[in-house]
């Protein structure tokens, strides 16, 4: 069986302290919850990571980014292995937003890739079309280059490490979701993807995860879909009510 997960993104939101006392309340809450199959992930700024790990017993840390070098003269960058050295297990990579207003192309994910994977470290790989390319039909082939150019460079074991989280761009804080179907029509599609690369048992273990305005609202029925095994959430990972009812969604699920 395949793992559940729900996983907040921060982003640019909160300070120490109060990411801190996000991350204790979720984590106390999931606790009291104790969720018998999901697992739930903060992704949360840099500055955050060690001191909401201390604070994390029952859920699992994750960076929203690491550097495409191993280390030396690169300014204001973190590596991998600084990520990993907080205790964080998880690093979010290929945002459509590290790729759109920070220029990631394919050739910096493989990169980055390389080196989360180096220090041990689990992948939340995004991918997803603009709604330009939805619009002319080309969501399929974008999601697949996505696929193939950041990730099937790996082997069949390192491939074992990577969830993927499929983002339409459209629907990324903006209040639009995508409908269930169309979620569930694209996670079906990725999963036959990697199918025709790494098999069918593969294709099965992964991990493939919505974002996009997943909200409390909506996520119990986008967790309906069998090819929806959790979801990437933005604004409502910053609010613990909002977060917990999308976990509690997911838990009810199985
Ligand atoms: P959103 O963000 O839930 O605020 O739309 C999702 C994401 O960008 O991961």
Redesign the pocket.
Known sequence: MRKKIVAG?W?MNKNLQEGIALAQEVNNRVKALAPQNVTVIVGTPFIHLSEVNKVADVITVSAQNCAAEASGAYTGEVSAAMVASTGCKYVILG???RRSYYGETDEILVKKVGHALENNLEIIF?VGEVLAEREAEKHFDIVKSQLSKGLFQLSTEQFAHIVI?Y?PVW????GKTATSAQAEEMHKFIRKTIAEKYGETTADNTTILY?????SKNADELFSQPNVDGG??????LKADDFMTIITARENHQ
């Not at 629907?171 to 903006?174: D, K, P, R």
């Open positions: 993104n982003k945002h459509s937003e995004c989280a983002e629907a990324i804080g903006t974002g996009g305005s997943c909200n990437l959430i933005g604004g409502a990972s």
